[in-house]
């Protein structure tokens, strides 16, 4: 079955910089796109960074020249590199992919504060 596993986020002063992390396992991890999502407290769940397969890439225009999302296929995982972190990035991180359905990880929390 699909599992996606995500590390790394943390407590981080704004101007700081944290590198997310996403273990895949359970599918084909080099055929599929990757994407992370954010979701904020009281705000609905919105997508940040997208990967294909062959590693074109998207962001949310809140977070161009800031992000980058990459992936490693050898290792089955994804990363999301935040620069210039500010208090809006705040939010519970998702790493996701679509097969047959959209799977989801549990989350991790970045939380940007002084």
């Known amino acids: 079955q699909v599992q996606l596993v995500e590390s790394g986020g943390g407590l981080v002063q704004p101007g700081g910089s944290l590198r997310l992390s996403c273990a895949a396992s359970g599918f084909t991890f080099s055929t599929y796109a990757m994407s992370w999502y954010r979701q904020a407290p009281g705000k609905e769940r919105d997508l940040v960074a997208s990967i294909t397969n062959t590693g074109v890439t998207n962001y949310a225009d809140s977070v161009k020249g800031r992000f980058t999302i990459s992936r490693t296929n050898a290792k089955n995982t994804v990363y999301l590199q935040m620069n210039s972190l500010k208090p809006e990035d705040t939010a519970v991180y998702y790493c996701?992919?679509?097969?047959?359905?959209?799977?989801w990880g549990q989350g991790t929390q970045v939380t940007v504060s002084s």
């Open positions: 996701s992919t679509f097969k047959l359905r959209r799977y």
